[in-house]
């Protein structure tokens, strides 16, 4: 079944990267091989753009529809894999050890 | 030559003669027998920031801090009178933990009509008074208005919650003084869109409050979060402040921040370019009022290249205001001589669409990312500075703060002792 709006069907091959919480999306980031997250980040960065233009029509304030929900879930994870891709060349920040900082609130929407 | 105009002095640091130039012995990041004094002279004598009222939106909404710099637990609630108070967590009968859930140690928060203890059912009003004692006949000549919870100081400055644990401290706006005053009429309560990082590190509170209170280290460990020419750049000019100020024990520095937006695409990362936005939150502020004019405090230059304002309130809470119409805070909560608990929150006002939270997404997770550098080199210097083969370090005019806040700590524990000693 598809999870993303029709629109970005080409997507759909990266639909495990919708996840509902940021400790989802960093759990898989450290977990996910480098050449991987440089697939799914050449297949959605050039989607970026678009994707937020689309959701312009469906504002925050009100429930939105899961598939372009699931887009935007899966545009934070296109933001949170931005980091390994475009700057460190490695799924976690260097020299970061076993040092953590956990996201106790996050905003919901 | 400085970029930005120093004081008639010649530096920031010399504006300010109670300010030793002296290198910084610190030993008292490392000695337990000092960290104890700390605990004593410092975090049971000052206003502690513990959140916002948004956190207690209702009558009986709660929340539970664990102080364990105090060995203490501390509720805070909003009574039926809609006042916000704090009362030790503690049950008056036999001292059992009032409020908590599965993990005793654990920080819980909820909303509920009384306060009920989970080992005889004593039962206490949101205003503290005893309300229910179970069997109460078996006691012996009980008066429960005596039993009460035991009240702690607890005020609101801007919507931000303070306790002391003195029980009569001076009143909090005359401790936050004119720092305070400077950003009062900020719009804090309409930035409510609330991401709260939490981690524990393994280093004394002060120097991550060290790490946050000078950007002279950004350039050089940050370094590869900018592009490859924007960071040989940053690097080869290093970081100059465009205003310190002192407000003992309270201090700010006041920052440039040409990145948001940059002069030229091509100095951000793509995915800036294609969001507008980055360390610095989004490139647009949000149409609120409030942000301009400004309160008298923020961007003291005048600096049309303003970025940041960070602002330290001793002894463990920061505040920073960001051009782009956001904030942002730290608290650091001793566990240890060489171990404390983080805490940061990032507000915005709430994203309408999913371009804004995405703009908010991208600033949390390069916070994060910031973070995580600057916490492990932390524990790396904990690590080295605990066999004291060296302890006095220089410091430079960009780490003004760094001196402020030692010796204001050093100042309240010579204080107490002194007093100790004399009383």
């Known amino acids: 079944m598809a999870l993303l709006p029709a629109e970005f069907a080409d997507l759909e091959p990266f639909s495990d990267w919708v996840l509902e919480t940021e400790r989802e999306r960093y759990a898989k980031r450290l977990a996910t091989p480098m050449d991987q997250m440089q697939a799914f980040y050449d297949a959605a960065f050039p989607r970026l753009a678009e994707a937020t233009s689309y959701l312009e029509d469906y504002p925050l304030g009100r429930p939105i529809p899961g598939p372009q929900r699931n887009l935007l879930l899966l545009m934070m994870s296109l933001v949170l894999v931005s980091f390994p891709v475009e700057v460190w060349q490695q799924p976690c920040v260097p020299d970061s050890g076993a040092t953590y900082l956990d996201l106790v609130v996050e905003p919901a929407f | 030559m400085p970029h930005f105009p120093k004081p008639a002095e010649?530096?920031?640091?010399?504006?300010?003669?109670?300010?030793?130039?002296?290198?910084?012995?610190?030993?008292?990041?490392?000695?337990?027998?000092?960290?104890?004094?700390?605990?004593?002279?410092?975090?049971?004598?000052?206003?502690?920031?513990?959140?916002?009222?948004?956190?207690?939106?209702?009558?009986?909404?709660?929340?539970?801090?664990?102080?364990?710099?105090?060995?203490?637990?501390?509720?805070?609630?909003?009574?039926?009178?809609?006042?916000?108070?704090?009362?030790?967590?503690?049950?008056?009968?036999?001292?059992?933990?009032?409020?908590?859930?599965?993990?005793?140690?654990?920080?819980?928060?909820?909303?509920?009509?009384?306060?009920?203890?989970?080992y005889h059912a004593w039962r206490y009003e949101l205003d503290g008074r005893l309300a229910f004692v179970q069997q109460e006949g078996e006691f012996f000549g009980l008066d429960k208005s005596a039993y009460g919870l035991r009240p702690v100081c607890c005020e609101v400055w801007q919507g931000f919650i303070f306790i002391s644990l003195d029980p009569s401290p001076a009143p909090l706006v005359d401790y936050l003084g004119e720092m305070g005053k400077g950003l009062e009429g900020y719009p804090f309560g309409e930035m409510t869109e609330v991401f709260t990082y939490k981690a524990e590190v393994g280093a004394n509170w002060k120097l991550f409050i060290d790490a946050f209170a000078e950007f002279y280290h950004a350039p050089i460990l940050h370094m590869k979060q900018a592009v490859k020419d924007e960071a040989d750049k940053l690097a080869a000019i290093g970081f100059e402040g465009l205003h310190y100020d002192l407000k003992y024990p309270h201090s700010m520095v006041s920052s440039w921040g040409g990145m948001s937006p940059p002069r030229d695409l091509s100095m951000v990362k793509p995915i800036e370019r294609v969001l507008r936005a980055g360390l610095f939150g989004p490139w647009?502020?949000?149409?609120?009022?409030?942000?301009?004019?400004?309160?008298?405090?923020?961007?003291?230059?005048?600096?049309?290249?303003?970025?940041?304002?960070?602002?330290?309130?001793?002894?463990?809470?920061?505040?920073?205001?960001?051009?782009?119409?956001?904030?942002?805070?730290?608290?650091?909560?001793?566990?240890?001589?060489?171990?404390?608990?983080?805490?940061?929150?990032?507000?915005?006002?709430?994203?309408?669409?999913?371009?804004?939270?995405?703009?908010h997404e991208l600033a949390a997770v390069t916070f994060k990312e910031y973070g995580l550098q600057d916490a492990n080199t932390l524990e790396a210097t904990q690590r080295s500075l605990k066999g004291r083969v060296i302890t006095d370090f220089p410091l430079c005019d960009q780490e003004l703060l760094l001196r402020a806040l030692h010796q204001a700590g050093r100042d309240y524990v010579r204080e107490y002792t002194d007093g100790t000693v004399a009383g």
């Open chain 2, 284 to 359: 647009q502020r949000p149409d609120i009022a409030g942000l301009d004019p400004l309160p008298a405090g923020l961007n003291p230059s005048r600096h049309p290249k303003w970025g940041v304002d960070s602002f330290h309130f001793f002894p463990n809470f920061m505040l920073l205001c960001w051009a782009p119409g956001w904030y942002l805070t730290y608290s650091y909560w001793p566990t240890a001589v060489d171990r404390h608990i983080f805490e940061s929150s990032l507000y915005f006002v709430p994203a309408r669409t999913a371009a804004e939270r995405l703009q």
């Open chain 2, 10 to 118: 010649g530096s920031w640091t010399e504006h300010w003669p109670e300010i030793s130039l002296a290198p910084v012995d610190y030993s008292d990041s490392v000695d337990p027998a000092y960290y104890e004094l700390e605990r004593e002279a410092i975090f049971k004598r000052t206003w502690l920031m513990v959140g916002r009222v948004e956190q207690l939106p209702r009558v009986g909404s709660y929340f539970t801090r664990e102080l364990h710099v105090a060995d203490t637990s501390v509720i805070l609630v909003r009574g039926r009178d809609k006042e916000i108070r704090a009362f030790y967590n503690i049950c008056r009968h036999r001292g059992n933990k009032l409020v908590w859930s599965d993990y005793p140690a654990e920080e819980v928060s909820g909303t509920c009509r009384t306060f009920t203890c989970k």
